[in-house]
């Protein structure tokens, strides 16, 4: 079954053909980082534009880079939130239409499912049940994932994503956005002990997050010792990295304990952070678990986890209807 997959959430507009939820035959995606990058983030109207003119030209890019050819496609898979609402709605209208022209059945995808049913597109993905950690610039929460389509959220940020706290103390240091990458590159040359922030991990044995006091306690290191900023940098956010990373990893190894779950994936745009790749598998491996982690251009939004969970929706029976709308609020089910 061969399904064409669309993603317009944020600030990428990407389009995939996946055969039988796996199988990836191809995937484009075209960014938008150079046109908000002089804002320090996404302009939410200034994506929605930029959507509109890419999104045909990527779903023809990505039809003809499969190797088939449209009439071969069984059915449309699209992000239908969360995100911004601006965004969501000209991938969801675009695919809506281009199923209906087609007669083909459509179904509208949970975003995160799609982060998280991204393991599947490798080629050793966990057995069921296992306890998946998704971070990305908008959510950080932990799953219980029992089946392709039933996934319990176990734990959730109540504040600040990771994501949206990298990209924020970027911005705190004039690095530039989006700030993960930089931060990530940055903080090899920097020593994480130097200067240590606090752990916000709430309560150990509850799985919700708190970034926004960390984020805070940079803040007011910058501006404590603003004189002697420029040569600390380095430090800075490999101390602040460090921190974010320990509350992630030990918050996902005790979920998987709590659980009696063996397997641990790691996914989202912040997955791609080198730093928390190698902790949570030092620290999975210490307890005997198995970590699986998605490729890098597979942690960041992209069309084929979408439509590798659109697969698994259409074989369970969940379609969308002409009468579906988008939503801007994470929801799972």
Same mark, same amino acid.
């Given at each position: ?253 005790? $979920? &998987? +304990?709590?659980?009696? *779950?063996?397997?641990?994936?790691? @996914?989202? /745009? ?6 928390? #790749? ?28 979408? $439509? &590798? +969970?659109?697969?698994? *929706?259409?074989?369970?029976?969940? @379609?969308? /209807? ?6 801007? #609020?994470?929801?799972?089910?």
């Amino acid at each position: 079954m061969i399904i064409l997959g669309i993603e317009t959430s944020c600030d990428d507009t990407a389009a995939a053909v996946v055969a039988d939820g796996k199988v990836v035959l191809s995937s484009v995606v075209s960014s938008q980082i150079g046109i908000h990058h002089p804002y320090g983030g996404v302009v939410p109207e200034l994506a929605s534009r930029k959507h509109i003119e890419a999104i045909a030209p990527m779903v023809n890019a990505a039809v003809s880079a499969s190797g088939i050819d449209a009439e071969q496609l069984d059915a449309v898979a699209v992000t239908r939130g969360p995100g911004l609402v601006g965004a969501l709605l000209v991938g969801f209208c675009f695919a809506k239409a281009y199923a209906y022209m087609r007669s083909l059945p459509w179904i509208g995808v949970n975003h995160l499912e799609g982060h998280i049913i991204s393991v599947f597109l490798e080629p050793d993905p966990p057995p069921f049940p296992f306890v998946a950690l998704l971070v990305s610039g908008g959510h950080t929460s932990i799953y219980h994932v029992t089946s392709y389509t039933t996934m319990e959220l176990l734990g959730q940020t109540r504040d600040d994503a990771a994501g949206e706290a990298f990209d924020k103390v970027a911005k705190m240091l004039d690095l530039g956005y989006p700030g993960g990458a930089v931060i990530d590159r940055m903080a090899k040359q920097g020593d994480p002990g130097r200067i240590v922030f606090p752990r916000p991990f709430l309560e150990k044995s509850v799985y919700d997050f708190s970034f926004s006091g960390l984020k805070t306690a940079v803040k007011r290191y910058i501006q404590i010792h603003r004189d002697k900023c420029a040569g600390r940098i380095p430090d800075i956010v490999a101390g602040f990295q460090e921190a974010v990373v320990d509350v992630l990893s030990h918050k996902v190894i005790h $979920a &998987a +304990m709590a659980r009696d *779950c063996n397997h641990v994936a790691l @996914v989202g /745009g912040v997955a791609a952070n080198s730093r928390l #790749r190698e902790k949570v598998r030092h620290d999975a491996g210490l307890e005997g678990m198995t970590v699986h982690i998605p490729s890098i251009e597979l942690c960041s939004d992209n069309a084929a986890m979408i $439509a &590798a +969970m659109g697969y698994h *929706c259409l074989i369970a029976g969940k @379609v969308s /209807g002409l009468g579906d709308d988008v939503f801007s #609020r994470a929801r799972m089910g």
